[in-house]
T-cell receptor
Framework: AQSVTQLGSHVSVSEGALVLLRCNYS??????LFWYVQYPNQGLQLLLK??????LVKGINGFEAEFKKSETSFHLTKPSAHMSDAAEYFC????????????FGKGTTLSVSS | SAVISQKPSRDICQRGTSLTIQCQVD?????MFWYRQQPGQSLTLIAT?????????ESGFVIDKFPISRPNLTFSTLTVSNLSPEDSSIYLC???????????FGSGTRLTVV
């Protein structure tokens, strides 16, 4: 079975500061890992995904994440926060086999102050 | 990637009634997934629908409350039965098209039960 734990339900940063959103996973098989963003009253948007290729994954809007098997982590980072980054962020895991569902973490709300 | 048409986009229903949500995919997919997103919460997997067999429900979700139809490889419906205000949520369908493919989500159905 797969699961993800997002540490910190709410993260606040200043504009221009580093963004770090934490995600740890548990999986009985090699995992596929995803980060999604959801803006208020909007649908899910895929930021990036890890599917067993390069461990450092670059996504949209300047975000990136590094898969660390030894730490069972897949933390999301962005060097410099922008006001438009304020949103809800979800980490998700699947077992990698065709036909398995995504399992989502509880989400982290990112606030960006000027 | 697949394109999903989900209907209705929103509805307001009386308690005790039912709502059927439809998802049409523009290509054949083996598995379809149904999720619920309660207000301010993350996505929770309701069930996995495989064409030609009974849907597989997650813990806490039962067929009598959430019957699912999967008549072919491009279409599925989720019915939310005997509605109560606690069923007010966004319901989403999702598909994946293979081991290294991402997941596509419908635009969601926002249900309000009054």
């Amino acid at each position: 079975a797969q699961s993800v734990t997002q540490l910190g339900s709410h993260v606040s940063v200043s504009e221009g500061a580093l963004v770090l959103l934490r995600c740890n996973y548990s999986s009985s098989v090699p995992p596929y890992l995803f980060w999604y963003v959801q803006y208020p009253n909007q649908g899910l948007q895929l930021l990036l995904k890890y599917t067993s290729a390069a461990t450092l994954v670059k996504g949209i809007n300047g975000f990136e994440a590094e898969f660390k098997k030894s730490e069972t982590s897949f933390h999301l980072t962005k060097p410099s926060a922008h006001m438009s980054d304020a949103a809800e962020y979800f980490c998700a895991v699947s077992g990698g086999q065709a036909g398995t569902a995504l399992i989502f973490g509880k989400g982290t709300t990112l606030s960006v102050s000027s | 990637s697949a394109v999903i048409s989900q209907k209705p986009s929103r509805d307001i229903c009386q308690r005790g009634t039912s709502l059927t949500i439809q998802c049409q995919v523009d290509s054949q997919v083996t598995m379809m997934f149904w999720y619920r997103q309660q207000p301010g919460q993350s996505l929770t997997l309701i069930a996995t629908a495989n064409q030609g067999s009974e849907a597989t429900y997650e813990s806490g979700f039962v067929i009598d409350k959430f019957p699912i139809s999967r008549p072919n490889l491009t279409f599925s419906t989720l019915t939310v039965s005997n509605l109560s205000p606690e069923d007010s949520s966004i319901y989403l369908c999702s598909v994946t098209q293979g081991k290294n493919a991402g997941y596509t989500f419908g635009s969601g159905t926002r249900l309000t039960v009054v």
